[in-house]
């Protein structure tokens, strides 16, 4: 080969050569970044979780901080998350969760606008209901992402408590809370077993002066007739479903209430109170003949759903029967 040619060779090859090198190199460090950044994110976890909501799907940053679920407080609270406002009707909130809540500001339950961007939340929470709200899924998903609960979701609190967990990076707590529910409902009905075996019980609600008698399947009712397997009275059989709203009682009509031993849940001071100490109709019933009537002075517990509501009166059902 002569000696141009040879070097003409040289000259195209040697470039060529280097650029292969370099490339090489290039793919190289783009193999190590790649690799890096998979290495993040098994570490760090995806930055944002996509979800199905009953609006259709919701992207939620990993981890927020300013969560606001309004009336649904209880299930944040079992997860170990504050929230950024409870819900409140004017100066009326739930009262059960202020042990917890009580340095936290409230929001009006129908959810002004002006109100939610002054808490700045990071994702908000809403209930089916969306006719309660003052503003619309658009409004509320234009300051933070929004999740709708599906009506059965919006009911049930176990299944609340499992997709807060999703969506807030919470199975295991999840998880563990509803095991030592499980656990403590368990040893619960045992307990109560032993001490008033196939009595019957009943739940009255007395605010103002109105009664309102807990159908089985209304509120904490469940955990009384479903969870911890205490028998139903014949007359809150015969009542059937809970209807939407709450329709008061007469106290003629809880004349015919055949519960062995009755809560009655009424704050200090309310009239109905009064008016049933003072009827014969009354005192002639089986719990109040056998001074079965246990008073609780917060029925805030009674009268919701969640996994803190339903501890608490478990622990009011013990004081009560147990003692």
């Known amino acids: 080969m002569n000696a141009n040619l040879r070097n003409r060779l040289l000259y195209f090859l040697i470039p060529l050569t280097l650029l292969l090198l370099l490339a090489a190199c290039g793919g190289n460090n783009d193999s190590q970044e790649e690799t890096e950044q998979d290495n993040n994110t098994e570490e760090t976890g995806s930055s944002e979780i996509t979800m199905e909501s009953e609006m259709g799907e919701v ?124 656990q403590k409902v368990a040893d619960a009905s045992e307990t109560i077993n032993q001490a008033i075996g196939d009595e019957t019980v009943a739940a009255i609600w007395a605010t103002g002066d109105q009664f309102f008698l807990f159908e089985q399947d209304r509120h904490s009712a469940e955990v009384l007739y479903s969870e911890l397997g205490i028998n139903v009275p014949a007359y809150v059989e015969d009542l059937g479903e809970a209807g939407t709203t709450w329709n008061p009682i007469s106290i003629e009509a809880l004349s015919e209430l055949d519960a062995d031993h009755v809560f009655l849940l009424a704050e200090e001071g309310v009239p109905a109170v009064e008016t049933l100490e003072n009827s014969s109709v009354w005192q002639s019933t089986p719990a109040a003949e056998n001074s079965n009537v246990y008073r609780v002075e917060d029925p805030s517990n009674w009268t919701n759903k969640g996994l803190i509501a339903s501890e608490q009166t478990i622990n009011d059902v013990l004081e009560a029967l147990a003692n």
């Open 59 to 182: 992207t939620i940053s990993a981890d927020p901080e300013r969560v606001l679920a309004p009336y649904n407080e209880d299930t944040l609270l079992a997860l170990g998350v504050q929230p950024v406002a409870k819900w409140a009707i004017g100066e009326s909130v739930q009262t059960y969760l202020e042990d917890e809540l009580s340095e936290v500001p409230s929001i009006e339950w129908t959810l002004p606008l002006e109100q939610v961007l002054s808490h700045e939340p990071d994702l908000i929470i809403l209930e089916n209901n969306m006719e309660n709200y003052e503003g619309t899924y658009e409004d509320y998903n234009s300051i933070a992402p929004t999740y709708v609960m599906s009506e059965e979701m919006t009911s049930d609190w176990r299944m609340q408590l499992e997709t807060f967990g999703e969506m807030l990076g919470k199975e295991e707590e999840a998880e563990a809370a509803l095991n030592d529910y499980e």
